[in-house]
């Protein structure tokens, strides 16, 4: 995909908002738990019920990495169900990776070549040579860890190197990597004060924005210091989204929650 269509289906669907298919079978409604493969059951019915109203999914691959060979099995399926049946959707594989170049290159085929995932998130403490051999897939996106969400954020991301922050380091160094063009950054909604100072480094990289939701980010504050004349955002919920009901209206409880975001970013994009 390409960074044109996916504006065209930001535009087109008034919406940019990603669903997290976080998927915990201890979660899930307990009706669902006597399907051949109740993963599967339980994304197919959140996908039907929310594509007209996001831009883009993101399976976290913990949640299927968990459950063995099923648990990938279920990924699988739920990949290929999202690029047969609604090829406009943006996919993105949080798989957080990263290592020396001949095992990204590894990583990077699992995702882009066996998957066919849009994107993938990867981390960037390994530095140039882990993260090129993904960037070297054209029309896939890598998804560098930037600013991220949760408190150990603070821990090193935040902490001075060679007179400024390391996050702000990963974000001016990684415009210098071959192929950045490709990039994406993760940017947690918690955050959203720091975005200005983001968008001085990176104007115009789309952000993966998770942490509004059950992280407590809001998105009116994102949208303030985020958005760009492309939009240039993916906010993301999972947990509350797709755990809004845990009985059989399971799908339908999704979809409102998924309306209330969209509704949100429809005012907006019509504002601007
Ligand atoms: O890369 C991510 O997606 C990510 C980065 C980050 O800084 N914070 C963060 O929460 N995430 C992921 O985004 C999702 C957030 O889920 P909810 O808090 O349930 O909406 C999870 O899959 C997290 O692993």
Not at 136 to 161: M, P, R, Y
Not at 201 to 223: T, Y
Not at 251 to 259: P, Q
Request: with cysteine.
């Amino acid at each position: 995909m390409s960074i044109k269509e996916l504006v065209k289906q930001i535009n087109a669907k008034k919406s940019f908002l990603c669903i997290g298919l976080d998927v915990d079978l201890n979660k899930i409604p307990e009706h669902l738990l006597k399907e051949e493969d109740p993963i599967f059951a339980f994304n197919k019915q959140i996908i039907d019920a929310t594509h007209h109203l996001a831009v883009a999914y993101k399976p976290n691959t913990a949640f299927y990495e968990a459950y063995g060979i099923k648990g990938w099995e279920s990924l699988g399926k739920t990949i290929s169900y999202l690029n047969e049946k609604y090829p406009e959707i943006f996919t993105i594989a949080d798989a957080k990776r990263g290592d020396i170049g001949n095992t990204s290159a590894m990583y990077a085929r699992a995702f882009f070549e066996d998957m066919n995932f849009d994107s993938v998130t990867v981390a960037p403490y390994m530095g140039s040579d882990s993260v090129e051999p993904f960037l070297s897939f054209e029309g896939k996106f890598t998804i560098l860890l930037g600013l991220t969400s949760n408190k150990g954020a603070f821990d090193f991301q935040t902490g001075i190197s060679d007179g400024k922050e390391l996050y702000k380091k990963v974000l001016e160094r990684s415009r210098e990597w071959e192929n950045s063009e490709r990039l994406m950054y993760v940017v947690g909604a918690t955050k959203a004060e720091y975005l200005a100072d983001i968008r001085r480094i990176i104007p115009d990289s789309f952000l993966l924005v998770p942490g509004v939701g059950a992280q407590g980010g809001s998105l009116e504050e994102v949208c303030k210091y985020g958005i760009t004349e492309d939009i240039g955002l993916l906010i993301n919920s999972s947990r509350g989204i797709i755990y809004a009901s845990s009985g059989t209206d399971f799908a339908e409880a999704s979809r409102a929650k998924a309306e209330e975001l969209q509704k949100q970013m429809e005012d907006i994009l019509n504002k601007r």
